[in-house]
Structures are given as C-alpha cells and as structure tokens.
C-alpha cells in the first residue's frame, strides 16, 4: 500500500511540464477563508452582537489599488448569525487593525478613539505652533526650562551619592553608640542568665515534688501489702469453744432433770433450781 504522505514524487523520464494545461482563473478571484472575528461588533439590521473570536467561513478577495508599503490589503465577507445579512472588512496594516465597511458598526473601541485624540491635538499643536510664532517661542522656553530643571537635579542626586560614598556609617556607629551598644548587650546577657538561673531552680522543684509524690505513692502501695492477714484459725477456734460451751450446758441441765425423778426426792424450789443452774452455769465458764 502507497502511503498517505509521500515527501518524494516520482516523476518519468518523459515528464515535460510545459504539457501541462493551465486554467485561467480571473483576477480577482474570492476564496473560502475560515477565519475568527477580529473585533466585537453589531448587525446593523437585527441588532445582533457578533463578539471576538466567533469563527465564521468568510470569502476574502484583494482589495483593488489599495496597498500600503507595497502591502497587499484583503477584504472579507461574513454573513450575520441571526439575519444572515451580508458584513465586509478590510485589512488595515497602517495600524495593524481591521477596518469595518459595511453591514454592522464597531464596539467598544476605547483605545481606538484615545489614540485618535492624541493624535489629532499633536496635529494641532503642530499647527499652531506653525501659524503663531509665539506660540511656539513660548514653548520652546518651557522646554528649555525644563531641561534646565532635569539637569539641577540629577546634579543634586550626583552630589547627594557622593556625600553617601565618602561617609562611613559603621565608623559613625561605632564612635558614638559603641559604649551603649556594650552596655545594652551586658545587659541583655545578665537578664538571659537570671532567666536560665530561675528556669533551672523551678525545674529542680518541679524534680523534687514529683520524688516526693513518687516516694508517697509507693509508700501507699506497700502499706496494704505488709498488712498482715487475719488469722482464721483462731476465730474458728473461738466458734468452736463458744459452740461446746453451750452443749456441755445443755446436757448438765437435762441430767439434772432426769435424776430428780428416779431419786423420788422433792423437787426444789424454783429459786434453788435457779441457782443451781447459776451454779453450774459459773463453774463452766471457771473450767473454761
């Protein structure tokens, strides 16, 4: 397959180019063009706004004994968005801008028009000055007393940079604030040591309290543990005495009761049986 960009063509031994028909175009032939709006602009007929930068398919052509500098100027066509109403403009190389001929009027030309006053007052100084020779006597006296004014400047600023260069300003210094500067810095390194001097002292306080609260809990924590554990054993001894305490009673009351019956003798008082329950009741916790 032959490729779609070819840099060389092949041309026969036979090739004679004068063979070759050529058609006769006319002179000022238009061209399709795709081109972009080169300034904003208004259709004259439906009032549309065209801005910069809208792309259109114009036709350009050659503007006929029109140049500049031997600068050809060309000419475009668009047609409105909204009417579709037929807008020309031209090239303008004198001042690098386009010129607009017919179907919309140009917007926002701002600098355009300063410019052109600028212009046209320059133009009629220059007239004037031409006409009125005062006139111009008295401006060339401004302008020579102008540059009278610039020169007595800039010889001030010359001798004003000449005085700064012969002046020495660490010498000037050091004569007159050096014995302040010594004494501001003694200072200022005596103020330093009394700040380091009592940092350091409130660190070690700070060191000290967190000892002495180390020293209190730990003592707090080894407090419970030397505590010594309650002995069961000598409390369920205890329970165990009480317990045969109560049952050696017991059993002494109902031997007694029981004897009484088979000795046939007279039951005794209720007073006397009291007190042989004292009695027994006392001589039990005696052994005990």
Known sequence: MSERKVLNKYYPPDFDPSKIPRMKLAKNRQYTVRLMAPFNMRC?????????????NARKEDVENETYLN??????????????????????????DYEIEAGATRNFMALKLAEEQARREEEEAREEETNNPMKL????????KNEIELLESLEELRDLNRRQETVDYDLMLKQYNGED???????????????TIKSMRLKHKRLQ????????????????????????????????SQCSSRTQKHILSNIIKRKLPDEN???PNMMGGLSLVNYSESSDDNSE
């Open 71 to 96: 600068i050809r100027i060309y000419r475009f066509y668009i047609k409105c968005t909204r009417c579709l109403q037929e807008i020309s403009f031209k090239t303008d190389p004198k001042n690098t």
């Open 137 to 144: 006597l008295e401006n060339r006296t401004q302008q020579s």
């Open 44 to 56: 004259k007929t439906c009032g549309e706004y065209i801005y910069k930068g809208k792309k259109f």
């Open 181 to 195: 500067k010594i004494k501001r810095i003694m200072e200022m390194e005596a103020k330093e040591d009394e700040e």
């Open 209 to 240: 309290g967190d000892a002495k609260i180390l020293e209190e809990t730990i003592e707090s924590v080894e407090t419970p543990a030397k505590m010594k554990k309650p002995n069961t054993k000598t409390k369920v001894e205890t329970s165990t």
């Open 265 to 267: 003798l007279s039951k």
